[in-house]
């Protein structure tokens, strides 16, 4: 089956899902990242379920906070239920780096991938089932080049399985204040239950920045090389926009360009999100107008 034929029959299943949902939940404030040691492990999670009100249309959705305080700065529909792509990640970054801060793994151990990662569609580093990835490898993989295999290999090796790594970043989400963001997967691809807010990712981005900041220099980085590859990175203001030093892309038909920015200016820092952005280009124009406005 063709990936177009695939993502109409999901976007069809998923919007009888959407539609029969029966919780909601009141938008976040931007709060503070969770504790250290606040990633739930994989047993007996209970299911956690999360759909809106109404069914998640593509469209625009920004915000601007201050990175130290959370406060709002500026905002259109932040609360709006969109899909995040690859924004998603971020996720999945938090919960690798929480089990090395935990001992359950170190920068070097060795990640196995699976035939299903090594199967997963592009963006991808194109790894080989049976090969092995490490940990720093496989973050600075994601935060740069926003790799598919590499995502569902730390899902897999996490967690056994992705779907069971999705129930850990949602319950992570909850810890968090996450009320309105689903994960089911880990790499963003398209599924019309995964949902989220601009003002969830905000805080999401937030964290993950305060809580690691051993790992900034992976946002920032411009290219990353793996066996013998070099592939540059989804974020083209880092280098182009003073002050810009990550976060983190996002694009799937169904939610349009996404990104989350992080920039410090002068000791004042931002976290700025577009959602649903036209085009690549007029994404990054669109933020690159909010940092310029809000510094």
Same mark, same amino acid.
């Given at each position: #089956? ?6 109409? #029959?999901?976007a069809a299943a998923g919007l009888a899902v959407v539609l029969a949902a029966c919780q909601t939940a009141q938008p976040p404030s931007v709060a503070s ?60 970054? +938090?919960? %690798? ?9 170190? %920068? ?6 699976s035939a299903n990662a090594a199967s997963q569609p592009p963006a991808k580093l194109g ?5 092995? =990835? ?19 290999? =730390? ?70 090389? +793996? ?24 694009? =799937?038909? #169904? ?41």
């Amino acid at each position: #089956m063709g990936w177009s034929a695939h993502l109409k #029959m999901t976007a069809a299943a998923g919007l009888a899902v959407v539609l029969a949902a029966c919780q909601t939940a009141q938008p976040p404030s931007v709060a503070s990242p969770a504790p250290s040691g606040a990633a739930v492990q994989s047993a007996s999670l209970p299911v956690v379920s999360y759909a809106p009100a109404t069914a998640v249309e593509r469209g625009y959705s920004a915000l601007v906070v201050n990175a130290a305080t959370g406060e709002e700065l500026y905002a259109v529909d932040a609360d709006a239920a969109r899909y995040p792509a690859s924004l998603t990640k971020m996720m999945t970054l +938090y919960l %690798l780096f929480e089990a090395v801060s935990e001992g359950r793994y170190s %920068l070097s151990s060795p990640l196995t991938v699976s035939a299903n990662a090594a199967s997963q569609p592009p963006a991808k580093l194109g790894l080989k089932a049976g090969s092995t =990835i490490t940990v720093e490898q496989a973050a600075r993989a994601l935060a740069v080049k926003s790799a598919n295999d590499v995502a569902v290999t =730390i899902a897999e090796n996490l967690a056994g399985s992705e779907a069971v790594f999705a129930r850990q970043m949602t319950q992570q989400a909850r810890a968090m204040g996450l009320s309105r963001t689903r994960f089911v997967n880990a790499t963003g691809l398209p599924d019309p239950v995964q949902v989220t807010t601009a003002r969830d990712m905000a805080t999401l981005g937030r964290a993950l920045k305060r809580r690691f900041p051993q790992y900034a220099s992976y946002y920032r980085a411009k290219s990353v090389s +793996y066996d013998g590859r070099t592939f540059r990175a989804t974020n083209n203001l880092l280098g182009k926009v003073p002050g810009v030093d990550g976060l983190k892309t996002g694009y =799937i038909r #169904m939610s349009g360009y996404n990104l989350v920015a992080t920039a410090n200016r002068g000791g004042k820092r931002l976290v700025v999100v577009v959602i649903g952005g036209k085009s690549e280009a007029a994404r990054d124009r669109e933020v690159t107008r909010l940092i310029k406005a809000y510094f």
